[in-house]
Each structure stands twice: as structure tokens, then as C-alpha cells.
């Protein structure tokens, strides 16, 4: 606002100034070039008097004489009107009784040197028709008369070209008056015209640098951050209250409301995940998972070395059949725990039926292993699950196998299911496993 | 703030620049025409000084019809006219988009009023003789009139198209001598002696815009003044440059023009009958041979004007050749003068008013008067007095003058008229070619008036006054040959 006042400012001042400068100088231009006009009119007026003045002196008839009259009372008629008119230009500049008084005393002279012009006219003719001695003298005594009276009128035409001179000469010092007072008014004008200009680039200047700083850098911050591909709602802060700000705020509540749906679907994506592979019950993997890591370790377990666990809880249709599904439910997990407790953290431990597990243990022989699963057999038998009021004592058989040579894992799984069924079958609660034989062909030998 | 302020700053800039400019502009624009004779006033309706007409007529006032550039009679505020079979009545339709200056309309009852004005005694319209065959205006419907005639007269649309016809609005017409307000092209903006008369295009002019936006009629008797002046070039117009002493320097220049053309103006060394002097036909008659016109013709050095022998431009189809009538022979002019009883030395006063023609006509006149015995007296006026003094006193014993309106011959058919010339031959032969409707007859009777002038000596016949216009080389649409006194601005543009 304040710059677009300072530039129309500006342009107004500039105006104005061509405005007064025109009217100055077209009033220079008018009122001196007529003043000077009317002055070297004058002038040349004055001069050629002197010519209309020689026409009436040789004029030999009337026709001539009044010819140069008629040019003289022309050239008087106008001379009287330059007079009025310059002593009107010039006001109290001057005195303009010099050139009125020699005007008029030349025109007087004009009208002695026609009378005696006529005279001569006169005589001449006369003498022509009948030449007498009086009107010879006569005729000589007017042309001396006549040398006298153009001596005068010389002098007088002399007088108002001097008369006149000073006149022109007050017009050209006022010009240049003029000139140099126009001159002054001008540098003052242009001076303060300058001093508008730089004021207003400064102002152009300080705006930009201010659109730059409250509008373009926050502009450009806004939109590196969002260009992010994930924004962090505090970098989108912005000072301030315009409507950059706002902007900002409601892109920052934008960028929130986005990261919270973002985690919210994440979190979803997590429980999906956890769900799509562990057993709802006991949090343990689930049979599903169990697969799928197997064939993804195949080649890993090849190399190093395995042994494969099944094991089921003794008589648990007859725990879900007396006390109900909850306390079906509620042994699951307690089994569960113990067994999430009793193998190592690198055991891949799986539900694997409704009351079978499963647990692979990479890297394990059956030596470490029995005496592990052992263990958790013994706490399993030695702790009952409180129940209300009823303390049940649980059991699980486990039948455990190890890789075997040149075998699949699928082998090995089948190995230690079939122990599991030679433990359910030899009276439950025990651990079975199958020993590799040196000339293990697939008929076990069980511990 | 960036392209479209730059843009507005640009058109502010752009229009300052331009309207800095505007100065050299409008020095081209105003248009300087010399007229050389001030008029009185400013009403053309209220005087016979063709100088009012030349600066207004066409130009702040119109009539129904105008002459044009040819002499041909073409439409003005009527689009068309229609004469009756017996041709005593005649019905011009007007034009209906036409505004005064003041802005009020144009219509017939304006026009009714303005030809019912011109016919008025008492109004004094120095023209109202021409119309008096007119019995009756009467306006049918808005925009048309009817006139009625009492004998025809086959003349009228001409008649109509003089400056002293031209239409005015009852608004105005007492205030027209100082403010002319008409319905042409220009509006009149002021007058000021010795400053001249501005016209400004009219902004709802009915017609096209004209191409001189102003103009400034000046009146320079002086010739001094008026030759310095043209040298000057101070001048982009002058319509009389024929006599001009400078005459054939300005020729040579390269910034002026001067066109060949002439006028209806018949000029005349008019003698005042009521002087005793004149009465005597042998006076007069001496006195037509006592002038040598040919040598008369030296004072228009690029020109040939015809010689006239009456009252009739050479132009017209009716003109009869008397210029040979009375030949230039002095020693007759004497013997004339000599049976008529006057011996040398009789004093003769010469009126001079302030015209190029009229000044230095007037010292031959002088020289060739003297050589047959008269003592002369050259009385410079100027066009004021000579109004006054001779048009209106008609107190003058001779003055050289150019009678510059077209077709009017009547003027020796008035009593009233400042020839002081009373001939009851003349006004009985002039009231038949007024009703003389057979144009063979009618031309045959013109001749006949013609030849009575002559034979009566009623003036010195001088010539046909040369219109030689010199004007600015590029300045054009000037009219060459000048029908009626009019200074047409309408039709004028800068090359």
C-alpha cells in the first residue's frame, strides 16, 4: 500500500512538474516570443520607415507619393498598435515616452518631407509648362529643405531604433531571467523527484525482502516438509497469524489426523499379522506359522542340525468333558506357559492341535533336549492348576525326535509323533524319543 | 502487484506522455484565417459586410440550402424541395437530427420563424429585397415547410442558401451580434477586437466531424502588418492574396500556395448620385472613360481578372459583354467634362476602405482622375467608417468597392440603397425579370439591365474581382473560385 502511494506520488509530482514546466515554458515561449516579435516588429518598422521615407523623397508624381504615403500612415498605424502592445508585454518595465515622443516627431518630419515632396511635384510640373526664375528658386530652395528634412528624419528613425533597442534588450534579460528562475524551480523539482524515486525503490526493495521473508521462505519451508514422505507435524509450525499460518495449521492438523490413521492401521496390520500367525489361546505360534518358518529354514536346519518335539496333554477330552471348556481352555494355556518356560528362547514352539504342541529346536541333540522336556514334564506333574475350588493335576506326554541323516523334516516329525504315541501308549506322562542307530534305516530304536 | 500494476503504470505513463504532446498537436490543429476587414458585428442576418459572412456562414450558421465550391444550389438543414406545377409553392423537407449550438432543436417552427424574421421590415435584413416574391411560411408538421409565393421565382432554394437567410433560433436573436449561435459545424468561442474570432468544432454537429478542430478569423487592415505577417507564416489562410504588394515573393515560397480563382465580386468606383456632381450623365460617362482599367489590372501581378462594362459577373449565363462600352480616353473624358461645364480643378473626395484592391486601386484612380482635371482627395477609412460613412450616411462622393454577394443586380432597382441611384426605368424593368419565369426572356431582360447600367454610366465598372486564396502549402480543400463570400472550414484539412 504504502509503496504504490510513494509510486503514484512519484508519478503525480512528475506530472505535475511536466505540467508547470510546460505552462512555463509555454508561457516563456509565448509571452517572450511575443514580446520579441513585437519588438523586432518594431525594430524593422522603425528601419524601414527609412525606405518608405527615400520612396516618398524621390517620388516625381503624385501616384509615387502617394504610394509611399499610403506605406508610411500604414507602417505609422501599425507602430502605434506595436507600441501599445509592447508597453503593454513590458508593463512598468520601462518608460515608453522615448519611443511615443520620437515616433511622433518622426511623423511630423513624414508629413513636412510630403508637403514639400508635393511641392517639388508641383513646381516641376509648372516649371515644365512654362520655366520662370521664381519657381526655379523656389524649386531649389525645396530641395534643400528636402536634404535638411531627410538629415531629421534619419536622426529621428536613429533615435527610435535606440529608443526600441533598449526595450529588446530589457525583453532579452527577461528572458533569461525567466530562463534561470525556470531552471532553479526545475533542479529544486527534480531533486525532490529523485529523492521520491530512491524513496520509493527503497520502499519496492524493503516490500520485496519482506514478501520474501513472511511469505515466500515460509511458503518454501511449508512445502519442503510436505514434500517429505513423512512429515513431522512439529516442523510444519508457523509463526504469526496470516493466512500462511492458518495454512500451515490446518496442513499440520492434515499431517496428524494422517499419522494417527497411519499407526492405527499399523497397529491393525500388527494384530492381523499376530493373529494370521499365533494360536488365539496361548499366544503361541500357530501351526500355520510353524510351517511356513520350516520351509523358509529348510536349507538353515539341514545344515545345522535339529530336534522336533510333539507333545500332548494326557486325558484332556476328559478334563474338557468334566469341567468344561474354560478349564479345557485354561490347561491349554498353563501347558503352554510351562512349555514357553521350559525350552530355550530359540525353540520354535507351536500349537499344533487342539491340545498337541509342537517345538523345534535348531541346533539341539537329544541329549540337551530330553532332560529339558523332562523338566517340564516333572513341573507340569508335580503343580496342579487351581481350578475354583478344585486343583487338577495335568499330565502331557512328548515324543521327540532328531534329524535325520540324508531325512526330511517331515521325517523327523513323524519320528517324534510316533514317540508321542509310543508314550501315550506305554501309560502317558513320559517322554519318548527316538535313537539314531548307526544303520538307521527307518526302523527306530526308542529311549 | 507485478504484471498488471506495471501494465496501469505503463497506461499512466503512456497517457501522460501523450498528453504532454497534445501542444504540438493543437498548433496544428488551429487554423489561422485572414480576413482582413473587421466586421461590425457578428449577425449576418443584420448586415451587408461580406466579412461576417465569410468567417460565419457555413460554418456557425446554415440555411436550408448552400451553395457550394461550383456555385451549384446543393441540400443544407431541407434534404429536399419540391416546387408546384405554377411555381408558387414550394415544400422543403428538413432534416430532423439537426441541434443550435445552445442545444436546442431544430425543427420547422424554428425555420418558419427565421424566414417570417427575414421578411420583417423593422428586422432590416440587408438581403430581405431578394425574398420579397415570399406571401407566406407555413411549418407542416415538425419537419417541414411550405412556402408560398406571390409571383414564382425559380431563384429561391439559391436565394435561400445566401448568408442572410440563414436559419437562427428566436433564443438567440437578440444576443447573435456578439454570440452567434447557429446549427453548423462550429461553435462560436469569442471575439475580441484585434485578437479575432475563434470557432470550435461542435461536438453534436449533424454532420460529419470536421478535420479543423479551431479556428481563428483575424482582421489585419494594415498591409504592412498583413504582408509581415504572411512572411512570417503566420497566416495559414488569406483568401484575397491577389493585390498583395509581396504577391510574387510569397509565390516563390515553398510553404504557401496561392490558388487562381475569382469571386461574383464586381468591383466598382461608385459614385454617390445624390451628389450634384453625378447627376450629369456626362460626368459620369467622363468619368468611365477617364479610367484605364487595363492599367488598373497591374495592381494583380499574377492574374487577369475580366473587365466588366456593368453591374453582371462574367460567369453568368446572361452576362453581356460591355467592358469595351466607354474605352480609356482621357481627351474624351475631358471634352465630356468640358460640355458638362467643369474646367480643371474640380475637388473630388475618394473613399478608400482598407482592402488590398480598394488601396491601391485608389492611386491609379487618383492619378487618372487628376490627369482629367479633378483635384482628388484620398480619405483612407477604415471598414467601420466606411459603414458608417458611406454604406449607411451615404456621405461620399466616390469609394472603390467590391460587391461580392452573387446576382445582385437589384441593388440599382433600390431607393433605399447607398448609390443614392434613382431610376424608375430600372425598377419597372427589374419587377419583369422578377416575374419573368421563361429562362430565354428572363436572360434577354438581365441583358437589357445590363445595358441600361452601362448606357447610364451608374458607376465606373471596374473588373471582376480575383479570389486568389494563398494558403499553406498543406493545407487543402481551399475553394478556388469563391460563389458567395465564405471561408468553408468544414471542408479544409491539413495534408
Known amino acids: ?447 | 502487484m507485478g504484471d498488471a500494476f506495471s501494465r496501469r503504470l505503463a497506461v499512466v505513463l503512456l497517457a501522460s506522455l501523450s498528453f504532454l504532446a497534445i501542444p504540438g498537436l493543437a498548433s496544428q490543429t488551429l487554423l489561422r484565417v485572414e480576413l482582413q476587414l473587421e466586421p461590425p458585428h457578428l449577425d449576418p442576418t443584420l448586415t451587408a459586410a461580406s466579412t461576417v459572412a465569410e468567417a460565419l456562414h457555413l460554418n456557425v450558421f446554415q440555411g436550408l440550402t448552400r451553395i457550394d465550391r461550383h456555385g451549384e444550389v446543393q441540400p443544407a438543414l431541407a434534404t429536399r424541395w419540391e416546387v408546384s406545377e405554377d411555381g408558387l409553392v414550394y415544400r422543403f423537407a428538413l432534416r430532423s437530427d439537426v441541434r443550435f449550438h445552445h442545444g436546442r432543436t431544430f425543427d420547422s417552427g424554428v425555420a418558419a420563424y427565421s424566414l417570417r424574421r427575414l421578411l420583417e421590415v423593422e428586422n432590416a435584413n440587408p438581403q430581405r429585397h431578394l425574398f420579397q416574391a415570399i406571401r407566406h411560411v407555413e411549418e407542416v408538421g415538425t419537419h417541414e415547410l411550405r412556402i408560398e409565393l406571390a409571383q414564382p421565382d425559380a431563384l429561391l432554394p439559391f436565394r435561400l442558401a445566401l448568408s442572410a437567410a440563414v436559419i437562427v433560433h428566436p433564443d438567440t436573436v437578440h444576443t447573435n451580434r456578439s454570440h452567434p449561435v447557429g446549427t453548423g459545424p462550429y461553435r462560436f468561442v469569442d471575439w475580441e477586437r484585434n485578437e479575432g474570432i475563434r470557432l470550435r468544432a461542435f461536438e453534436a454537429y449533424w454532420g460529419e466531424p470536421p478535420a479543423i478542430r479551431e479556428a481563428l478569423f483575424t482582421f489585419t487592415p494594415n498591409r504592412v502588418e498583413l504582408e509581415n505577417l504572411l512572411s512570417e507564416g503566420a497566416i495559414d489562410l488569406y483568401p484575397d492574396a491577389s493585390s498583395l504588394t509581396a504577391h510574387m515573393p510569397l509565390m516563390q515560397r515553398a510553404d504557401y500556395v496561392i490558388q487562381d480563382g475569382l469571386s461574383e465580386g464586381e468591383v466598382l468606383l461608385a459614385m454617390n448620385h445624390g451628389r450634384t456632381l453625378f447627376q450629369d450623365l456626362r460626368v459620369r460617362r467622363a468619368l468611365s472613360h477617364a479610367i484605364d482599367r487595363e492599367a488598373l489590372l497591374t495592381i494583380y501581378p499574377s492574374i487577369d481578372p475580366p473587365l466588366i462594362g456593368s453591374h453582371f459577373s462574367p460567369r453568368h449565363p446572361a452576362y453581356v459583354d460591355l467592358s469595351q462600352r466607354y474605352p480609356y480616353d482621357p481627351e474624351r473624358a475631358r471634352k465630356l467634362l468640358a460640355e458638362a461645364g467643369f474646367s480643371g480643378g474640380t475637388p473630388i473626395a475618394l473613399t478608400v476602405p482598407p482592402t488590398q484592391y480598394a488601396e491601391r486601386s485608389s492611386l491609379y484612380i487618383a492619378s487618372d482622375l487628376e490627369a482629367v482635371g479633378f483635384e482628388v482627395e484620398l480619405q483612407r477609412v477604415s471598414w467601420g467608417e466606411w459603414l458608417r460613412q458611406v454604406f449607411t450616411e451615404r456621405d461620399y462622393d466616390m469609394t472603390v468597392i467590391a460587391h461580392v454577394e452573387p446576382m445582385d443586380i437589384d441593388i440599382y432597382a433600390r431607393d433605399d440603397y447607398y448609390f443614392n441611384y434613382h431610376s424608375e426605368t430600372f425598377r419597372e424593368l427589374w419587377s419583369r425579370i422578377e416575374a419573368q419565369q421563361d429562362p430565354a426572356e428572363r436572360h434577354r431582360l438581365l441583358a437589357e439591365a445590363q445595358r441600361h447600367l452601362a448606357e447610364e454610366a451608374v458607376h465606373v465598372f471596374l473588373f471582376l474581382k480575383p479570389q486568389q486564396a494563398i494558403r499553406k502549402s498543406n493545407l487543402q480543400g481551399v475553394w478556388d473560385d469563391a460563389p458567395i463570400p465564405a471561408v468553408v472550414l468544414e471542408e479544409l484539412y491539413w495534408e
Not at chain 1, 248 to 275: K, P
Not at chain 1, 310 to 322: E, L, Q, R, S
Not at chain 1, 350 to 367: K, N, S, T
Open chain 1, 1 to 447: 500500500m504504502v509503496p504504490t502511494l510513494v509510486i503514484l506520488a512519484t508519478i503525480l509530482l512528475a506530472l505535475h512538474s511536466f505540467g508547470e514546466y510546460r505552462a512555463t515554458v509555454s508561457q516563456l515561449s509565448e509571452r517572450h516570443t511575443h514580446a520579441l516579435m513585437t519588438a523586432s516588429r518594431l525594430m524593422q518598422q522603425s528601419e524601414s520607415m527609412l525606405g518608405s521615407g527615400a520612396m516618398l523623397l524621390l517620388a516625381d508624381d503624385h501616384f509615387s507619393r502617394r504610394q509611399a504615403l499610403f506605406e508610411i500612415t500604414d507602417r505609422r498605424e501599425w507602430m502605434e498598435r506595436l507600441v501599445d502592445e509592447l508597453a503593454a508585454i513590458r508593463g512598468e518595465a520601462g518608460s515608453f515616452d522615448d519611443i511615443e515622443r520620437v515616433r511622433d516627431q518622426l511623423m511630423e518630419s513624414f508629413d513636412a518631407l510630403d508637403a514639400l515632396v508635393q511641392r517639388r511635384i508641383d513646381l516641376v510640373g509648372q516649371l515644365q509648362q512654362a520655366p520662370d526664375e521664381t519657381s526655379d528658386a523656389l524649386l531649389r530652395e525645396t530641395e534643400r529643405l528636402l536634404a535638411r528634412q531627410m538629415r531629421t528624419n534619419r536622426s529621428l528613425s536613429q533615435d527610435l531604433s535606440v529608443a526600441i533597442g533598449y526595450h529588446v534588450s530589457g525583453i532579452r534579460l527577461d528572458i533569461r531571467d525567466a530562463a534561470e528562475q525556470m531552471e532553479q524551480q526545475l533542479r529544486q523539482r527534480e531533486g525532490a523527484l529523485k529523492g521520491f524515486a530512491l524513496l520509493a525503490v527503497l520502499l519496492l526493495l524493503a516490500t520485496a525482502y519482506h514478501i520474501n521473508r513472511s511469505v515466500v521462505r515460509r511458503v518454501v519451508k511449508l512445502q519442503r516438509v510436505i514434500s517429505r514422505e513423512r512429515p513431522a507435524p512439529h516442523e510444519l509450525r508457523v509463526d504469526g497469524s496470516d493466512e500462511i499460518a492458518q495454512m500451515a495449521r490446518s496442513i499440520q492438523r492434515y499431517v496428524h489426523r494422517i499419522n494417527d490413521n497411519e499407526r492405527r492401521i499399523m497397529t491393525m496390520n500388527r494384530e492381523l499379522d499376530f493373529l494370521a500367525t499365533h494360536d488365539a489361546l496361548t499366544q503361541l505360534r500357530n501351526r500355520h506359522y510353524f510351517e511356513r518358518e520350516l520351509n523358509e529354514r529348510r536349507n538353515a536346519l539341514a545344515a545345522e542340525g535339529y530336534c522336533v518335539a510333539m507333545i500332548d496333554i494326557d486325558h484332556f477330552k476328559a478334563i474338557n468333558d468334566t469341567h468344561g471348556h474354560e478349564a479345557g481352555d485354561r490347561v491349554i494355556r498353563c501347558v503352554a506357559d510351562r512349555l514357553r518356560r521350559g525350552l530355550p528362547e530359540s525353540a520354535l514352539l507351536a500349537r499344533y492341535g487342539g491340545e498337541e504342541f509342537v517345538a523345534l529346536l535348531p541346533g539341539f541333540d537329544i541329549d540337551t533336549v530330553v532332560p529339558m522336556l523332562e523338566q517340564i514334564r516333572q513341573g507340569l506333574e508335580s503343580h496342579s492348576i487351581e481350578l475354583g475350588e478344585t486343583a487338577l493335576r495335568v499330565t502331557a506326554s512328548f515324543g521327540l525326535a532328531q534329524q535325520l541323516p540324508g531325512g526330511e523334516f517331515d521325517e523327523a516329525l513323524k519320528a517324534a509323533d510316533e514317540a508321542l504315541y509310543r508314550a501315550k501308549r506305554s501309560g502317558r506322562n513320559r517322554v519318548m524319543y527316538r535313537w539314531l542307530s548307526q544303520d538307521d534305516s527307518g526302523d527306530a530304536a526308542y529311549g
